[in-house]
């Protein structure tokens, strides 16, 4: 179990961070595909993934089937990847960050034993 003070990383994904996109979708099927909307793509705005579907009768089918699509998109993966292992930040940002003295210890030997070294 962490501790109290750890932080553990929270990331969520929902359709309020995508834009959602219906359409007709045309092909076989007569009418009723010529009438409604039944297609759907997801578009995820911060990796530009796309999920599209359009093979089945149900608009939420579809929406379901695109989601899981765009979720598998390559984009979206390295996305995910980034904002796990870096925080959303790109490696030289974060390097920038931990590389300040207020981040670094300093250590040296004396008689043999590591002791911080104060640097004032």
């Given at each position: ?83 796990l292992w870096y ?34």
């Amino acid at each position: 179990m962490p501790s109290s003070n750890s932080r553990t990383p929270f990331l969520s994904v929902t359709m309020k961070d995508c834009d959602l996109q219906t359409f007709r979708s045309g092909g076989p099927g007569g009418q009723h595909q010529n009438k409604s909307e039944t297609g759907v793509r997801i578009i995820h705005r911060a990796s530009g993934a796309v999920g599209e579907s359009r093979e089945h009768r149900s608009q939420l089918q579809n929406k379901q089937a695109a989601w899981r699509r765009m979720a598998a998109h390559p984009r979206f993966k390295v996305w995910l990847n980034r904002q796990l292992w870096y925080g959303g930040a790109l490696p030289e940002q974060r390097a920038k960050q931990d590389m300040k003295p207020s981040n670094l210890k300093v250590e040296g030997k004396r008689d043999g034993k590591w002791v911080p070294i104060d640097e004032s």
